[in-house]
């Protein structure tokens, strides 16, 4: 799969050091933190030039920045709080300046409208949906360690009919992917997975048009990575991807076409004693056949983070001071 053109993308803040730079659902667009310093705060960036703050920064650090679907808002998650807290979400709208909300939460998704946060509740115990004004439902009860290093993963299905979200336990050495579903006898919550060991990360991802998701898998402490798809939520799953190395578990992306998973993997590790490397960009597609087909798309350590979609022919990667924009030339 070609790549005809790698668009790097360096946004310029008013001054101070730029992180989480994150490229916004169209492409033309980045949010990124400027965490400290008097321009502390939250901005948006347009690619052919100017900036906007969306918020300041007065207390905490932002530890991760999301777009909504629509991009009309921005959810960030803020840490950095006294020992024993468990951190905040807030969302602002990226047309005018200033805090719309917060509320109580350890990791987040945005439902596919883009007005309402899916957030893991630390103090509930709990996974809630938080509309970005209104009161707050609770859908189902997590038990889970809420360990900040492994914060349960959510993801929605392309309608927000479904809910994914993973689970861990340390003293049950147990890692679940729970499903939470709106049925006619309202909302159900079932196991589909249950992974043995705690030193897990999974990441949900949900295919475009169908009730079909794949599993990213990390496992630490077998030092394997996988991704493994359960159609139609039916059957045991299907192995797509298996590794003996330990890959990133950076966000992976379904593309539109439903053909194509990109992913961060690892080939080589670093030394005969270590199961990590430098990571590779890989497009593994034709899934839908019984011999999916892996294809890289970057040298090792070339570039790494979380990854979206833009269109068809187009793969966002956010990163840390920079992002990329990656143009196909086939649709993928």
Same mark, same amino acid.
């Given at each position: 799969?070609?790549? =005809?053109?790698?668009?790097? *993308?360096?946004?310029? %803040? &008013? ?9 916004? &659902? ?7 933190? *400027? ?5 502390? %705060? *939250? ?54 300046? %200033? ?12 439902? &596919? ?20 004004? %209104?009161?707050?439902? =609770? ?38 992917? +729970? ?18 060991? @705690?030193?897990? *990360? ?12 794949? +599993? ?8 394997? #990575?996988?991704?493994? @798809? =359960? $159609? ?7 192995? +797509? ?6 890959? &990133? @578990? ?27 490397? $430098? ?24 570039? !790494? ?9 187009? +793969? ?8 990329? !924009?990656? #143009?196909? @030339?086939?649709?993928?």
């Amino acid at each position: 799969m070609n790549v =005809v053109e790698r668009q790097k *993308i360096e946004p310029q %803040g &008013p001054g101070g050091t730029v992180s989480l730079v994150r490229v916004g &659902p169209r492409g033309d667009h980045v949010a990124f933190v *400027i965490p400290s310093g008097e321009n502390a %705060g *939250i901005y948006t960036w347009d690619v052919s030039g100017g900036t906007r703050r969306v918020t300041a920064l007065e207390q905490g650090s932002i530890d991760d920045l999301v777009w909504s679907p629509t991009g009309d808002h921005v959810a960030y998650l803020i840490g950095g709080g006294p020992p024993g807290s468990y951190g905040e979400i807030g969302w602002a709208s990226t047309k005018a300046a %200033g805090e719309l909300g917060r509320t109580q939460g350890m990791s987040f998704a945005w439902t &596919p409208k883009g007005n309402a946060l899916i957030v893991a509740d630390p103090a509930a115990k709990a996974l809630v949906r938080k509309p970005l004004t %209104g009161d707050s439902q =609770v859908l189902t009860e997590l038990a889970d360690d809420f360990d900040p290093q492994n914060a349960p993963k959510i993801a929605l299905s392309f309608d927000g009919a479904l809910i994914c979200t993973t689970v861990r336990r340390t003293a049950d050495d147990v890692s679940e992917v +729970l499903i939470v579903e709106r049925t006619s006898k309202g909302l159900e919550t079932k196991v589909l997975t249950q992974i043995p060991g @705690a030193s897990v *990360i999974v990441r949900p991802l949900w295919a475009p048009r169908t009730p079909t998701i794949a +599993l990213y898998i990390v496992h630490l402490e077998q030092e394997k #990575s996988a991704i493994v @798809a =359960v $159609p139609r939520l039916e059957g045991e799953g299907i192995i +797509l991807y298996e590794s003996d190395f330990i890959d &990133p @578990a950076e966000r992976p992306a379904w593309s539109p076409t439903g053909r194509t998973i990109a992913f961060f993997g690892v080939e080589k590790a670093h030394n005969e004693f270590t199961k990590a490397g $430098p990571a590779r960009l890989f497009l593994l597609t034709e899934i839908a056949s019984e011999k999916p087909i892996l294809l890289p798309v970057s040298a090792p350590g070339e570039m !790494v983070g979380g990854l979206s979609f833009v269109d068809e022919k187009k +793969l966002a990667v956010d990163g840390g001071s920079e992002a990329f !924009v990656l #143009s196909f @030339a086939d649709v993928v």
